[in-house]
């Protein structure tokens, strides 16, 4: 029997009480092996634009139905067939072993027992276009009254022809993403995902169901390798091509390895998406991290990949990203007498490395080197970083300090000193809302041999002899108060480098006789705020005893005495200078969690 539902039936129950009551319940029996199906399609995905299809049920798992269309498997020799159901009961195998509890525990669960009112989930494989691995469709998960092409039922489309491609595990974990998050945050906070989040989760999907463990021929190797072809398109702008999702799912990595799997989760569980979603699930987890932050230290890692650098936070962790990714800078020589200038349109989120190769020799007599760089104020808010790599002393990491979005690097003795100098630009004007079609806002760089008159320092990396950055680079000194254009929150900064956050007003005023009060605080670029590193380590001013803060909410933390030894603090990674003295009322505001034993 063909039907758009599954079979219904009415349980009968009669009660109590006084009087006999008649109470209709409305049950869904499973699907039986052998049922046949018409689904509606997304025509846009379908090889050849068709509406719907007829389908039948050839495989029941634990965690899900499997149907597939019956033009295609008609299609199909007896040997192909054959061939059809090993490759599917593998998939189906591999779903509910590994594919479904990992997803799950990483991002969440689809709706249960959701609109279908079944434990299990429908996956249709069909024939779709060549591109396509898989899709999900939000349009399923109403009732049919409310939408009359709604397939009413958790369901995931999968391409019936890359049944023996050894992504398709990959392929089924990314679309069963899609359907979580489609419940945690649609359906339960009220709020559409940005779509080009929504891929960076799917796309980090395989890697949480370890199919991209083996790393040759999975999904994880296709997209550094697409990447190292491309590695300049905006992370925010989606359009579908082929090379918007290298970056999406190289920054999944990236936010996994730096923050733990369950950022991903603490997503979910807010309601906030896209770039205010990543910062609120790091205030959650106790980082007090801007996404500026977190893209410009990623955009360093693709191309230093050097983990062993600045905690970790300018390389990968996976033993085949940290062998592998190295964005392919736009490459340029400097030989005895160089004049470059680069005209480029830049859209948002969108990094572009130029690497500027030392190729003088010795007869070259314009020894130094400038960098200039000028960007667009019309919807412009530039951030230009630069990696000088010199021959015989450590690299160097740092941030060009823009005026006007304008900035000029000097480079002294460029001749003898530097192998290379890499210059990062990308612009960081939008930060939600993102269409499939982003304006492009342009920039100017050039670079030129010269020779200085008078004495010019080499440019310092963004941290000092101590791996801090200086107050005094940014016109500050230890105690400031600091808050960046745009955003409400306080810091108050240290000599060593260190900022923390005045979580709550009630704690700041606390300290209005010592620190001046609202009218004390500065205000400063993003990128000053964030060449300071937010410290959660706190001490009561009459104790020797340190404390973690853990961030519960908005406004709200806990804290947790570190119970390890001084030594133990220092072998862990723990810095002395990170700490930060607080008074008593402060002290006594926060509840106080169970010890931990480990920084």
Same mark, same amino acid.
């Given at each position: 029997?063909? =039907? ?13 009480? &006084? &009087?006999?009551?008649?109470?209709? %319940? ?13 689904? $509606? ?22 965690? +899900? ?24 009961? *593998? ?33 249709? @494989? ?43 595990? /990959?392929?089924?974990?990314?679309? $069963? ?39 040759? &021929? ?9 990447? @190292? ?10 359009? /579908? ?14 936010? +996994? ?7 991903? =989760? ?14 609120? +699930? ?11 932050? !977190? ?5 360093? +890692? ?5 983990? =062993? ?14 062998? %592998? ?11 005895a007498t160089s004049i470059i200038n680069i005209a480029q349109n830049i859209k948002d989120w969108s990094p572009y490395w130029y690497k500027f190769v030392n190729r003088q020799d010795s007869k070259a007599e314009a020894k130094d080197f400038e960098i200039e760089f000028e960007g667009s104020s019309n919807n412009g808010n530039f951030t230009v970083i630069y990696v000088i790599d010199y021959i015989s002393k450590p690299t160097v990491i740092g941030y060009l300090k823009l005026s006007g979005q304008y900035g000029l690097l000097k480079i002294p003795d460029f001749k003898t ?10 612009? #960081? ?22 020779? $200085? ?11 000092? =002899? ?10 500050? *000194? ?7 254009? /745009?955003? $409400? ?37 993003? #990128? ?22 853990? !961030?519960?909410?908005?406004?709200? /933390? ?33 509840? *106080? ?7």
């Amino acid at each position: 029997m063909i =039907s758009f539902l599954k079979k219904n039936r009415l349980l009968l129950t009669l009660l109590v009480s &006084g &009087g006999i009551f008649i109470i209709f %319940s409305l049950h869904v029996s499973a699907d039986q092996l052998g049922d046949k199906n018409i689904f $509606f399609l997304d025509s846009s995905f379908d090889f050849n634009n068709r509406a719907s299809i007829s389908a039948t049920l050839m495989k029941v798992s634990t965690n +899900a139905y499997y149907y597939i269309e019956d033009p295609y498997w008609q299609s199909l020799s007896g040997n192909q067939q054959t061939e059809f159901l090993e490759n599917l009961d *593998k998939a189906a195998r591999d779903f509910d072993e590994y594919g479904y509890p990992a997803t799950r525990n990483v991002f969440g669960s689809e709706w249960k027992l959701g609109v279908d009112n079944d434990e299990r989930i429908t996956i249709l @494989l069909t024939k779709l276009k060549s591109s396509a691995g898989g899709y999900f469709n939000p349009r399923d998960e109403v009732l049919k009254s409310q939408e009359l092409t709604s397939n009413q039922r958790e369901m995931l489309y999968i391409n019936a022809t890359q049944i023996a491609n050894p992504m398709i595990d /990959g392929f089924i974990v990314h679309e $069963f993403q899609h359907l979580i998050n489609w419940n945690q945050k649609e359906r339960l906070q009220n709020v559409t995902e940005d779509v080009w989040l929504n891929e960076v989760k799917s796309e980090y999907a395989p890697t949480a169901a370890t199919y991209d463990s083996v790393y040759v &021929g999975t999904n994880l190797e296709r997209r550094v390798n697409d990447f @190292l072809l491309n590695s300049n398109n905006s992370l925010t702008e989606w359009t /579908g091509d082929r090379y918007d999702y290298p970056p999406v799912n190289l920054f999944g990595h990236y936010l +996994a390895e730096q923050f733990g799997e369950d950022i991903f =989760s603490r997503m979910n569980q807010d309601n906030k998406v896209g770039i205010y979603e990543i910062e609120q +699930a790091l205030r959650d987890k106790g980082y007090n991290l801007t996404f500026p932050q !977190v893209f410009n230290n990623w955009t360093i +890692a693709s191309f230093l990949n050097d983990a =062993s650098l600045k905690d970790g936070r300018y390389g990968y962790k996976n033993p085949y990203l940290k062998g %592998s990714v190295h964005a392919t800078p736009i490459t340029y020589s400097i030989v005895a007498t160089s004049i470059i200038n680069i005209a480029q349109n830049i859209k948002d989120w969108s990094p572009y490395w130029y690497k500027f190769v030392n190729r003088q020799d010795s007869k070259a007599e314009a020894k130094d080197f400038e960098i200039e760089f000028e960007g667009s104020s019309n919807n412009g808010n530039f951030t230009v970083i630069y990696v000088i790599d010199y021959i015989s002393k450590p690299t160097v990491i740092g941030y060009l300090k823009l005026s006007g979005q304008y900035g000029l690097l000097k480079i002294p003795d460029f001749k003898t000193d530097v192998d290379s100098a890499v210059i990062i630009v990308s612009n #960081q004007f939008k930060k939600g809302d993102f269409t499939n079609n982003e304006p492009a806002v342009p920039f100017i760089l050039s670079a030129a041999t010269t020779f $200085f008159t008078e004495p010019v320092n080499p440019p310092e990396s963004e941290t000092d =002899s101590n791996g801090m950055a200086k107050p005094s680079d940014y016109g500050l *000194k230890e105690g400031d108060l600091i808050r960046a254009q /745009g955003d $409400f929150d306080i810091f108050i900064i240290n000599q060593y480098g260190y900022k923390r956050l005045f979580l709550n007003p009630t704690i700041f005023n606390m300290y209005g006789h010592l620190t001046g009060g609202w009218k004390a605080v500065k205000t400063v670029t993003p #990128q000053t705020r964030d060449a300071f590193i937010a410290s959660n380590l706190y001490r009561y001013v009459d104790s020797s005893k340190v404390y973690e803060l853990e !961030v519960t909410g908005e406004d709200t /933390g806990k804290l947790y005495w570190l119970n390890i030894t001084g030594e133990q603090f220092l072998s862990q990674g723990g810095k002395a200078e990170s700490i930060f003295t607080i008074n008593k009322s402060e002290f006594n505001w926060y509840p *106080k969690g169970a010890d931990v034993t480990a920084l």
